[in-house]
């Protein structure tokens, strides 16, 4: 369990994180969500005692993480997968590390082949692909066996086998009664691998709360409809209490309707004699909540004076 | 607070049953990060290799050989090239131990895995210490014996049990391990790569070259440096009584040899533990 309460961070005059306060829980996994820049990152160093925060506290399973000597089998991270030296073979590398702990030195092969890097072992870093260096650090987190494990953006630069494979690990870390966490900036991401999240936008709470929740959130399902006869549909259904957007390019003709079901639409066209060439449920999608949310909240955004 | 969900009943989040902390697991860790890199051998055999060597160079050039008294021979065993350059590779290498490990961010990942970060400063100053320690007693040997063996060529030589030979012998030793700790505590409050070896090279080589023996407050910054001492220390003969020039005293030297390399690693440790990473 991670407990974060009213954590601020400020270096010099600007704040990276702003009063957070959350809670993850074992046995589920929890993604950190907000965009670039948004104090994800400054967040998971304040966790691990990284950096000091400037108030506030962050506690796991009670107690500081520095109140610790030896870290591993607390809290396992992932936080930057380039945090390595290239002139180390992967095995040197977790060896040191392990060794640090009194972790014993079989264990380094254990996590070497649970992530799949059992081949390049004896291989300097420096010759690692992101992915491998991913999965590297994702051996880093596994080597204390601990029951906290924290990953920053941890499927960058995997490809869609590695991508699976992390979403495996992290569904069977949590399966085991282990709190997992971790952080995106891609909502995407989050849709097929957690069940809660913690969303943050320029170090500030916007959301706690589980997926599902979360994408109720988004404004409205909607209903897509396909018609050549769009403006008649459009008055039709405009009188009938909807709202009607159209969408898509000019020609395709299609139209996003809140306020009405489907079968409401299909029975209001039938009566008009309007044909229908498309009519289909757009489920609420977390992109859509997540843009929603953090629209205020975007550090840098493109083309805009700020 | 905001809180989640509740979390289902939980099987398995108990962490392992936790070995004590040992300090000897740090050094252990530290040791094999210094083996694991390829470019360590290589830097110790070829700082080795050029200090005997420019002992040797030193000895055949010294054109007065045969004609001073024996114990004054000593001296070529230890030529400042040769010294001076380890001076330079000691502290860089000390340095780059730390540096290397800010500059890849690695430093996050050994401190979220050591909390203790004093510890980890002091196994990396133990294990600099005890390797540097090494370098250093086989190149003061190797200088030694291979200058001894140029001198017999012309009746010259000491013996090693000679009395004029230990104390510059130990001076010449110690002098890697010195340099190495000043330049890891360096390390440590710099954190640059760039900014740390500048500092580190200057400190322990150019500084010392401001002051003369001339006057005494500048003889007295002269002798508290580390190049300074070893140059005295290495001296067999006594300072002049009629010199004009101000010298350093034997245990004021030691004291210096011990001062940098305790004041650069204690500064380093309490630093260390203040400090973001």
Known sequence: ????????????????????????????????????????????RMILGLEAPTGGAATV???????????????????????????????????????????????????????????????????????????????T????????????????????????????????LATEGRTVFLSSHLMSEMENTADQLVVIGRGRLIAAESVREFAARSTSPGVVVGTRQAAELTAVLTA?????????????????????????????????????????????????????????????????PR | MTTLATAPATSSAAPLAEPPARFRDLIASEWIKTRSLRSTPWVLVFITLFVIG??????????AAGSEPGSFLAYDAFSSPGYLTLILVAGSMGALGVVSEYSSGLIRTTLAAVPAR???????????????????????????????????????????THPDVLR?????????????????????????????????????????????????WSADIRHTMISAAWTRLVQTWEPDPGSLGYAATLPGCWLVYALWPLTAVALAVLVVRRRDV
């Open chain 1, 141 to 172: 987190a596994l080597l204390g066996d601990p029951p906290v494990l924290m990953f920053d953006e941890p499927v960058n630069g995997m490809d869609p086998e590695g991508v699976l494979w992390m979403r495996r690990l992290f569904r069977r």
């Open chain 1, 240 to 304: 009938a209490g909807a709202s009607v957007e159209p969408e898509g390019s000019a020609g395709t003709e299609k139209l996003v309707v809140t306020g009405l079901p489907t079968d409401r639409i299909a029975a209001l066209a039938f009566e008009h004699r309007i044909l229908l060439n498309e009519l289909t449920t757009r489920a609420a999608s977390l992109e859509e909540a997540f843009m929603e949310l953090t629209a205020d909240s975007v550090e840098y955004q493109a083309g805009q």
């Open chain 1, 61 to 139: 399973n009670g107690v500081p993480f520095r109140s610790h000597a030896r870290g591993l089998r607390h809290v396992g991270a992932l936080l930057d997968a380039g945090q390595v030296h290239g002139g180390r073979t992967a095995t040197a590398h977790l060896s040191a590390l392990a060794r640090s702990n009194g972790i014993s030195a079989r264990r380094v092969g254990e996590v070497l082949h649970e992530v799949g890097l059992a081949e390049a072992a004896g291989r300097r870093i420096s010759g690692f692909s992101l992915g491998m260096k991913q999965r590297l650090g994702v051996a």
């Open chain 2, 168 to 216: 510059p012998l130990v001076a010449s030793a110690l002098l890697a391990p010195v340099c190495a700790l000043t330049g890891l505590g360096l390390a440590v409050l710099l954190r640059h790569a760039a900014a740390t070896m500048l500092t580190s090279a200057f400190a322990l080589l150019m500084l010392p070259t401001m002051f003369s023996e001339g006057n005494r």
């Open chain 2, 54 to 63: 420019s002992a040797a160079v030193a000895t055949f050039s010294d054109r």
């Open chain 2, 118 to 160: 004093g510890a980890v400063v002091l196994a990396k100053a133990v294990v600099t210490a005890v390797l540097w320690t090494a370098v250093g007693t086989v190149a003061a040997l190797g200088s030694f014996l291979v200058s001894q063996a140029v001198l017999r060529g012309h009746g010259a030589d000491v013996p090693i």
């Open chain 1, 1 to 44: 369990m991670i407990e974060v309460q009213e954590l601020t961070k400020r270096y010099g005059g600007r704040t990276a994180v702003a009063g957070l306060s959350f809670t993850v829980r074992p046995g589920q996994v929890t993604g950190f969500l907000g965009p670039n820049g948004a104090g994800k990152s400054t967040t998971l």
